[in-house]
């Protein structure tokens, strides 16, 4: 049998004490290793977000580019076709009557200047391709300026087509779905009131069934303009 005499004791108590001492500067030093490791995550973590969110903020605004370029391209073809210019005078040379009348789908005059323009977009939807002094299909004589119902609803047609166009456009533009700002650069003259176009909404009284047409006119606006009474409430 050992016995152990107060030294022996002395260095017992100073070995358990050094190995407390270790174990606990271990589990220190591994709480320390494991919270900079966290920190390290969460730092690319964080890293990882932002750049994932600038990525969807860049293929979001490429994505809205598209969409502006899709529309502008479309506008442009109805522009190739005649159809935007031929609807444009339409909308701002015939009187209030005549302009519910197109909508309507119902017979009307046009003015002389107007009578070739109109005759091509009609020859030309009818397939007629024919040089013609008198056409049954556009006027209802030779010498008359008012339209056959046959003619009437193409010239509707065309209208209608350039009317919903640019419907869809400022649905793009109010929604943020396209390039605002491209569009506003690109249809500023429209919200001037060069194309007397919110004058034709109100003598259509069709303001609200273009909601977004009238928001994009209201929100571009001249300076000289504002505090007119909004599209379609005049």
């Known amino acids: 049998m050992l016995w152990f005499g107060p030294k022996d004791e002395f260095l017992l108590f100073s070995t358990n004490n050094s190995i407390v001492e270790i174990v606990y500067f271990l589990t220190q030093s591994l709480v320390v290793i494991a919270i900079v490791i966290a920190l390290l995550q969460l730092r690319s973590l964080n890293d990882q977000l932002k750049q994932n969110k600038d990525q969807m903020v860049e293929e979001h605004k490429q994505r809205r580019r598209a969409v502006s370029l899709d529309l502008l391209h479309k506008w ?72 056959t119902a046959h003619a009437s609803i193409i010239m509707r047609q065309t209208v209608v087509t350039y009317l919903n166009l640019f419907e869809n456009i400022s649905s793009a533009y109010v929604n943020n779905v396209a390039n605002k700002q491209m569009l506003k650069e690109q249809f500023a003259y429209i919200a001037s009131g060069d194309e007397n176009y919110e004058a034709m909404l109100n003598d259509f009284g069709i303001a609200h069934r273009l909601p977004c047409t009238s928001a994009f006119i209201d929100e571009n606006r001249p300076p000289t303009q504002e505090g007119l009474p909004k599209t379609g409430t005049s």
Request: proline share 4%; aromatic share 6%; with cysteine.
């Open 76 to 147: 442009n073809a109805l522009n190739n076709n005649g159809i935007n210019f031929v609807a444009r005078r339409l909308v701002k040379e015939l009187p209030v009557k005549d302009k519910k009348a197109l909508i309507e789908g119902t017979p009307f005059s046009v003015p002389d200047d107007l009578k070739g323009l109109v005759k091509s977009v009609v020859c030309r939807d009818s397939g007629c391709g024919r040089e013609c002094e008198e056409c049954k299909y556009v006027f209802e004589g030779a010498a008359e300026n008012k339209l």
